[in-house]
Nanobody, 115 residues
């Protein structure tokens, strides 16, 4: 079991930036595949970005070139740097840790992009 706590969400104007952070309470953080998902009310939770244990990354097409996922294994944290934000990026963003087929989730942080 691992506890995940997200922070960094908020209200930002279109074109602005936000940096989400996720702190994990686990002694084996470096062994987890970490990811960010987002969800709009009434819709499914979608994968935004993933970073593997070796540091390789993948992104949803909708955020490529704008978002960057990174991890700091020494601090048990994963970040999502979001630039050039668009209104359609508005959602609740969830941190996810995967250990083989087991998923752990944070409580989510709201990101609202609006003028």
């Amino acid at each position: 079991q691992v506890q995940l706590v997200e922070s960094g969400g908020g209200l930002v104007q279109p074109g602005g930036s936000l940096r989400l952070s996720c702190a994990a309470a686990s002694s084996i953080f470096s062994l987890y595949v970490m990811a960010w998902y987002r969800q709009v009310p009434g819709e499914q939770r979608d994968l935004v970005a993933v970073i593997s244990t070796d540091g390789s990354t993948n992104y949803a097409d909708s955020v490529k070139g704008r978002f960057t996922i990174s991890r700091d294994n020494a601090k048990n944290t994963v970040h999502l740097q979001m630039n050039s934000l668009k209104p359609e990026d508005t959602a609740v963003y969830f941190c996810n840790a995967r250990w083989f087929s087991t998923h752990f989730w944070g409580q989510g942080t709201q990101v609202t992009v609006s003028s």
